[in-house]
């Protein structure tokens, strides 16, 4: 049960600049001596950086809704070639979802879930988890995710990987992969130990 809590999401103060740093959530442990699940979170929505540095030699970032908030949102955008001026490059494979099927289209600094509500960017995992119900339900009992710390939390913390430290949210898929052996002796596969 406490992983559900911390999936869901605790309210967390957002890093300074926050970029594309994850930031770790916990929830309070149900047990005083136990340490607790922490899960990473998104700081934020996104920034975008512009190229130039402020008076300090900070980056210079825009949210989202600098722009989308002046453009007409297109629900039928599924894919960067359809597009003509921004995102022309996104690799959108996720099924035959469309750009407001997860964002927001009256603010795009936010999600939207599939009953229509809005979500903030740092509670993604809700998101994710309502078409992924296996993989969160695998998550929620530690078979899906990466971690790190402690599996007897009586001794320490333990540290969870958020849906998109790992996958990529516009197209999630990881590529195949041809598992291969380590190499005998040292020596990369194919090389001949020489005399």
């Known amino acids: 049960m406490l992983m ?24 309070p442990p149900a047990d005083p001596w136990l340490h607790p ?23 210079v970032t825009v949210s ?21 001026e921004f995102h022309l490059d996104l690799e959108m494979a996720h099924g035959e979802l469309t750009c407001v099927s997860c964002h927001n289209p009256g603010n795009y600094d936010q999600l939207r879930l599939a009953d229509g509500r809005s979500l903030e960017f740092v509670n993604v995992m809700e998101l994710c988890g309502q078409c992924h119900g296996s993989q ?9 995710g990466g971690m790190t710390g402690y599996w007897d939390r009586t001794r320490g913390p333990r540290q969870r990987h958020s849906c998109i430290d790992c996958h990529e949210p516009h197209a999630p898929a990881f590529p195949q992969m041809k598992p291969v052996f380590p190499p005998r ?8 130990p020489q005399p």
């Open 64 to 84: 989202c809704a600098t722009c989308h908030d002046v453009l007409e949102p297109n629900p039928a955008v599924s894919r960067g070639q359809q597009l003509t």
């Open 4 to 27: 559900s809590l911390a999936v869901a999401g605790c309210d967390a103060e957002p890093e300074p600049e926050a970029g594309p740093a994850r930031q770790p959530t916990s929830a």
């Open 37 to 59: 699940v922490l899960v990473n979170q998104p700081a934020g929505p996104p920034r975008i950086e512009t190229g130039r540095v402020d008076a300090h030699g900070h980056e």
């Open 185 to 192: 002796d040292g020596l990369p596969p194919g090389t001949q």
């Open 136 to 144: 969160r339900r695998d998550f929620e009992q530690g078979a899906h």
